[in-house]
């Protein structure tokens, strides 16, 4: 059989999140998945980026990573987004992108994707549950299987035992609070799993 | 005392939730309310919008409808979202209007704004619901009041009985399913009314 | 392979889930699962049930029915829940024994298990979305596997097409409104399809 | 106008959202409330309860605190509740309790009740902000006027920032992770001067 092919789907605006998905793909090569990390095109006025640095500097720094396709929907058995939290919603950059897959859709070419959400926010509690949450809603529209990572390993307690999938809050200074590289890479290599039984089934 | 500033702020693609800002209004008028109607800003690409239409259609019949800006979310008492449901979830054209509220939230200027929100899908059980929850989600970060329907009159088990926020169901033909006229009106003259009871309170 | 094994667990003060519980009992057998419809343990006084001739019939009725054990949950490869909105969530009763599965939960005994779930609410919006996302939130913690129906038929349209699982409204007369067997038995399919391929994959 | 009568409903298996609630109190009653801190009824079997020391104690101290009636739901014009999470969703004791509410409910009296929510859990992101979230899609049912925090206070940043309602980490010896007094406090006296604002207009 050919190997999993998982999509990481990130918007990051200062960073947080590119780093997520670096991690994701790191852990899913280690599970033998081919894997693309993607970026979710910007929507915002060129005005508001401006007045950040940090969101400026990151755009440049992830100039060369491909924005997401809807066929990279289509070449996709699974799916990991990483997303910050905006009021306790995704970004509307993301929902911008997640709108246009109603062509998709009504063909049914998002059946069974494997897929899997992490989230960030300045605050421990600035919803980081509730943004997980509304990504799986729309997943459940696609007709996608959700796998979250659940407590599924002792790794995720220390990165703050989210079992809807890995979150981290953001200081002020737009540092990581928590160490969650092991369990974003845990995350990863238990969605590349559970989409290779799926695919294994499902030829 | 002066009257309730109430904003109305729809986000319509073809015409059901301007039809339902458009009830809210009279209800609130009804009520003695100061009320703007309110489109969000489309953001859509024109080819998307060209290739539809009665989207084309009733972007040409709204047109002289005023665009929703920071100041009228700082101007009003209180606010009623109309919205449809896109895969469980608001439109991104929504999301992408809320996601610039964060100086006015920074400042302390969405505090005690009165909301309630409906809403319109194509299926029974399209994401009413959700979409509706979604947005009272959002207006928690504000630190809004939220004010649902509930059961508050019988006039709301005839519109579905969504005690949210009255939605409609759209049909293949672009017509509301449910007779959901008099439950807007009422949703929105309880908006009012508890948003006078909180502008004479907190003056 | 041995078959796979469903547990169609319900909770039923009247008798609609007890009847949905049934017809996805149909449907998986059809797809070759070993299936066990198993009810909630009733934890209402009895002073309650006997206020309630529908109530205290459907007992009657289903006295043979085993209640559902923490062993069947261990047994089970997958899991379709039937339960009732109860203002907006799941009965207490149902509640009471998913706190009751702490043991198996920490023991990592309910990982992977493949979920689906089923509503009804007596009016066509009275939280059935968010009656089966919250007990989709729980099973995040088990660490399950969540197979919502989609959109993945066009039976699922007729039934009022809610994505996140079949649900049914329930007149004055206890009747069912919407025509959902099929739906119903559509959604055992699917979650009985993906269980295979998971226990093929996982053993 | 006679005082703000505020009810803090509590269920506490091992003492924390009972601490929450007395913190609530005092809060209240500096805002100028009568407060009564009242106990959901324990449903447990005695079994469960002896099992756990720290539960059986938590007990004991607290044998003295009456337990929440249908009649203080009534006589109350704010309710603050405060619950543990299990498994992303309040306890099966409150379920119980806010299923007996029907006949209530049926009567029209709990609408435009002020209530707000506070939760615990042993992970930073446990299930807190859902949990608060499920309590507040019941009392949309009740039609009550919901009333969270957000960010309406500086305090609530040092409490972890949870803008649906005061939150707190458990360890695993049972302390409280964050210091969240104050953040409960300033809850307590939002929902309070909000219900004054409702009683007033409302008589």
Redo the contacts between chains.
Sequence with gaps: MSKVKLAVIYYSSTGTNYQLAKWAEEGAKENGAEVKVLKVPE?APQSAIDSNPAWKANIEETKNVPEVTLDDLEWADAIIFSVPT????????V?????T?GGL?FN?KL??KVVSAMTSA?????????TT??L???M?????????????DPVL?SA?????GT?VSVNQEGKMVEDVQGAVKHQAKRTV??A???K???K
């Design positions: 929507t905006r009021f306790g919603n995704m970004p509307g950059q929902k911008n992108f997640l709108d897959t859709w049914g059946t069974n300045q605050n421990p509690h600035g919803g980081q549950e509730v949450l509304a799986y809603t729309t459940y529209h696609w007709g996608a299987i959700v796998v979250a990572p659940g407590y599924t307690y703050g035992g989210n079992p809807y979150s799993t559970v290779e039984w799926v294994k089934g499902n």
